[in-house]
């Protein structure tokens, strides 16, 4: 008689290699797949530091950005700077994975355990797995959002003159606000994701659909609560852009700094730019790392 696998978990035998893999895996499909729309977001949240070629500032909506983009610099520039995010998202999210699985392995003990759902240790789980990751992606996301203002650069050249200028301290300006941002945003990610995975597929079988839907769900009401947060992170990776005009805006190396900078310039609205690509991009990527990751799971577990 075969015995039954607890699918939604990897098994206490499987290999650390197997959860790395499985978690580069979904990494690199979450971030390539929707790099577009976070270059459309980055810009949205950074009107203060971007000006297109004749000196105007750029559309204030997506849609008129998205058709002037197209038209004056063609629209393969929206992919510009995502070697820099898959370099640092197939390593990031092995550890992010690989964490959570760990951590979730040592607060919930599977064999005594009366019940399959545990939305507060599962949430531990992934605001630790968080701070591991994140320690790796930020420098990372740095290069990414200043190459997504400034796309003559290539990711060294931009890496280079950051350090040159700026020092390696500003590789983590914004390592604690992305920190103050994504563990809020994995806990409720992996809460969410469990109670609607638990709730719409209680037998915890492999189904794509399932799981796809859970993870836009998830992935759709975190972008939302913690958009204000992404906007002063990206006030602070992008201050020492040479695109920066405001010298409030270049000044804001800190929190504080950063969070008065923008309500100076755009009052209360402004911690809400970009919300809708956040939602449009981090409804799918966050279907998509879920769902390739329990693919992946789903392979490993085959071998």
């Excluded at 240790?121 to 400034?150: C, E, H, W, Y």
């Excluded at 204000?228 to 190396?253: H, M, N, Y």
């Excluded at 309500?263 to 991009?281: C, D, E, M, N, S």
Aim: glycine fraction near 6%.
């Amino acid at each position: 008689m075969d015995t039954e696998v607890d699918y939604e978990a990897l098994p206490d035998h499987a290999p650390l290699v197997h959860q790395l893999m499985a978690g580069a895996f979904a990494g690199i499909m979450e971030h390539s797949i929707i790099f577009p729309l976070d270059a459309l977001k980055t810009r949205l949240q950074a009107m203060h530091a971007v000006t297109t070629t004749g000196g105007q500032p750029i559309p204030s909506t997506m849609l008129r950005q998205i058709s002037s983009i197209s038209a004056s610099e063609g629209s393969l520039v929206l992919w510009k700077g995502v070697q820099s995010v898959l370099l640092g998202a197939g390593p990031a999210h092995a550890v992010y994975f690989a964490t959570y699985e760990m951590v979730k392995s040592a607060l919930i003990d599977e064999s005594s355990s009366t019940s399959k759902y545990h939305p507060f240790k599962t949430a531990f789980s992934g605001a630790t797995a968080t701070i591991a990751a994140d320690a790796l992606m930020n420098p990372f996301d740095v290069i990414k959002q200043r190459i997504q203002l400034n796309t003559n650069v290539s990711v060294w050249d931009t890496a280079k003159n950051i350090y040159k200028k700026e020092g390696f301290q500003a590789f983590y300006y914004s390592y604690p606000t992305t920190l103050a941002m994504n563990i809020p945003f994995a806990a409720l990610n992996f809460g969410i994701y469990d109670t609607a995975t638990q709730f719409i597929n209680p037998s915890g079988g492999y189904n794509p659909f399932i799981h796809c839907l859970c993870g836009g769900i998830s992935g759709a009401a975190c972008a939302g609560l913690t958009t204000p947060l992404d906007c002063i992170k990206t006030a602070l990776q992008v201050r020492g852009s040479e695109k920066v005009s405001l010298e409030v805006f270049k000044q804001a190396d800190t929190f504080k700094k950063a969070t008065s900078a923008i309500y100076q310039t755009y009052g209360w609205r402004g911690f809400w730019k970009g919300v809708k690509p956040r939602i449009l991009a981090n409804m799918p990527a966050t279907a998509i790392s879920w769902t390739a990751y329990e693919f992946a799971k789903h392979f490993l577990l085959q071998y």
